[in-house]
């Protein structure tokens, strides 16, 4: 082989190699000033009779804030500002908060104060490529009054595993047709809620999902399939959809 030719192939294996490494920059919103996705979400059972009311809501990019000294991107979801960042590696994390006390109260017990549960989760990590794995955990137990007025311990537990699928497509309403978007799918996603007191579990979820992200448009799309179990009743198989119906991107 001469020297030409040489160089030549040492040039096209480098492209290549610079090709495969390529790695999806990708967000939960546009980062653009006045930028806003609207969306609905919906819940159905295996017939797909809608259980849910349609339920709207919309996310606005708000620009850049700090968190902990960590340099983040805001966007605000009917008014309530979510904070979320996007590493080196184009890994996206968001900042989730909940109170969690607020869901026993239709199992009949009361709570002196709320319950807050802040977490960084990871909604899609592309670091390794496609069959890039991670996941979440979060678990806080805390007291509750019981329709006798005693004090239960309650346990909350939620936790999820994940897999990057790579570039799949996902259906837009707006647009009446699929779309490339990279699918984050989450193959074990738990969430319980446990009367360690007395051992009876008051709310058991187990499922997946799938949420999409669009290279332009950020996070478009999110379905899971659960079963739902309730203290006292049947287990119930559903499915839940959150989906783009409307978006405003300024160039």
Not at 104 to 112: E, K, P, R
Not at 152 to 179: C, M, T, W
Not at 204 to 227: L, N, V
Request: charge should be negative; proline fraction near 4%; aromatic fraction near 14%.
């Amino acid at each position: 082989m001469n020297s030409r030719l040489f160089f030549l192939t040492l040039l096209i294996l480098a492209a290549a190699s610079c090709k495969k490494d390529e790695k999806p920059h990708l967000s939960v919103v546009p980062l653009v000033e006045g930028a806003e996705l609207k969306f609905r979400g919906f819940v159905t059972d295996d017939n797909q009779d809608l259980l849910s009311q349609l339920h709207f809501f919309s996310r606005k990019f708000a620009g850049r804030d700090t968190v902990g000294q960590r340099p983040v991107y805001v966007y605000e979801s009917n008014d309530t500002p979510v904070f979320f960042y996007i590493d080196e590696q184009g890994t996206v994390r968001q900042f989730n908060t909940e109170d969690v006390a607020r869901r026993i109260v239709t199992y009949g017990f009361a709570y002196q104060q709320p319950v807050i549960v802040s977490y960084w989760q990871i909604l899609l990590k592309v670091d390794q490529g496609v069959g890039t794995q991670w996941s979440f955990a979060v678990d806080t137990t805390f007291s509750a009054i019981n329709s006798d007025g005693k004090s239960n311990a309650i346990r909350y537990s939620h936790s999820g595993e994940a897999r990057y699928e790579g570039l799949k497509e996902a259906f837009i309403p707006q647009d009446q047709k699929y779309v490339p978007a990279h699918d984050a799918y989450w193959h074990t996603l738990n969430t319980f809620i446990i009367n360690e007191t007395t051992g009876d579990t008051l709310f058991a979820s187990r499922g997946t999902a799938h949420q999409y992200f669009h290279e332009k448009w950020g996070s478009i799309k999110y379905i899971t399939d659960f079963i739902k179990t309730e203290m006292g009743q049947e287990p119930v198989s559903l499915h839940g959809t959150w989906e783009l119906v409307d978006r405003t991107i300024p160039e």
